[in-house]
Nanobody, 121 residues
Framework: QVQLVESGGGLVQAGGSLRLSCAAS????????MGWYRQAPGKQRELVAT???????NYADSVKGRFTISRDNAKNTVYLQMNSLQPEDTSVYYC???????????????WGQGTQVTVSA
């Protein structure tokens, strides 16, 4: 079994910062891409940022220049540093990781439970 455990959400004023963490644990053989998605009430889940195992990064246009994704492969952990937060960033943020649990290299996507980020005006 694989688990993704997120932490770091909370309430912050506009212009403030938060740092999210997501640690993968369990029967992990190899982790490919890791990333963050978010879902606001009444909206579809959307990509925030992804980072490959080699460090290639992709950001949603709405967060470029404000958010920074990074990962620590030794700790199977991905981070999201969020600066200059705005009310429109308010969402539940979900961690995602593409993981193979055996040497067969069959990868599947795993999701965290989500962490609430609320930005007040």
């Amino acid at each position: 079994q694989v688990q993704l455990v997120e932490s770091g959400g909370g309430l912050v004023q506009a212009g403030g910062s938060l740092r999210l963490s997501c640690a993968a644990s369990g029967s992990i053989f190899r982790i490919n891409a890791m990333g963050w998605y978010r879902q606001a009430p009444g909206k579809q889940r959307e990509l925030v940022a992804t980072i490959s195992s080699s460090g290639t990064i992709n950001y949603a246009d709405s967060v470029k220049g404000r958010f920074t994704i990074s990962r620590d492969n030794a700790k199977n952990t991905v981070y999201l540093q969020m600066n200059s937060l705005q009310p429109e960033d308010t969402s539940v943020y979900y961690c995602n990781a593409n993981i193979a649990t055996t040497s067969l290299f069959i990868f599947r996507n795993y999701w965290g439970q989500g962490t609430q980020v609320t930005v007040s005006a």
